[in-house]
């Protein structure tokens, strides 16, 4: 079984500040973890995964991941919130062995604010 | 090349009518899923399709659910009776292939309201 936590519904940063979403995962396999976000009136976008290999990886607009096991985390953050940042983010987990992204567990999502 | 598109984007029924929900996925792709989040929830796992093969429904809630994907191309998911526990948004997802590479494209969803 898996499931994810994303701790805060709701993060609001200042436009430049440090943008940092949390997300926890159980998995009783190993995990392919993903961040997706959700911009207003659009479907989900994939922002970044992590697969095998490198545990720091980059995705799209400046975001990047890190994949920590021993603390079965997997924070997003971007150095620098821009306005255009502001979305609805889901982290989002599958069982490696689906070799896939099918049957993709999500978070409850993290609605980021951007303060001007 | 044209995403994955939802039909209708919303729809307002009335308990225990019908509604059925159009995906038509990205062309060639094999993998089709759908998924559904209530209000402040998760999103949430329903099935997945291999071309016109239902490859894993273990998520649908309930008979009321019945998916369909014709020809391995466009798919359905009609609720019938709808119940108000049915409100929430649908989303269907499309991929080319099973990999470690490959990525699930989503659509912008069908809100579907139950009153």
């Known amino acids: 079984a898996q499931s994810v936590t994303q701790l805060g519904s709701h993060v609001s940063v200042s436009e430049g500040a440090l943008v940092l979403l949390r997300c926890n995962y159980s998995?009783?396999?190993?995990?392919?973890l993903f961040w997706y976000v959700q911009y207003p009136n659009q479907g989900l976008q994939l922002l970044l995964k992590y697969t095998t290999g490198a545990t720091l990886v980059k995705g799209i607009n400046g975001f990047e991941a890190e994949f920590k096991k021993s603390e079965t985390s997997f924070h997003l953050t971007k150095p620098s919130a821009h306005m255009s940042d502001a979305a609805e983010y889901f982290c989002a987990v599958s069982p490696s062995f689906y070799f896939g992204n099918e049957k993709l567990t999500f978070g409850t999502g993290t609605r980021l604010t951007i303060i001007p | 090349e044209a995403g994955v598109t939802q039909f209708p984007s919303h729809s307002v029924i009335e308990k225990g009518q019908t509604v059925t929900l159009r995906c038509d996925p990205i062309s060639g792709h094999d993998n089709l899923y759908w998924y559904r989040r209530v209000m402040g929830k998760e999103i949430k796992f329903l099935l997945h399709?291999?071309?016109?093969?239902?490859?894993?429904e273990s998520g649908m809630p309930n008979n009321r659910f019945l998916a369909e994907r014709t020809g391995g191309t466009y798919s359905t998911l009609k609720v019938q009776p709808a119940e108000l526990e049915d409100s929430g948004v649908y989303f269907c997802?499309?991929?080319?292939?099973?990999?470690?590479?490959?990525?699930?494209?989503f659509g912008q969803g069908t809100r579907l309201t139950v009153v």
């Open positions: 399709f291999v071309k016109e093969s239902k490859q894993d």
């Open positions: 998995s009783s396999v190993p995990p392919y």
């Open positions: 997802a499309s991929s080319p292939n099973r990999g470690r590479d490959t990525e699930a494209f």
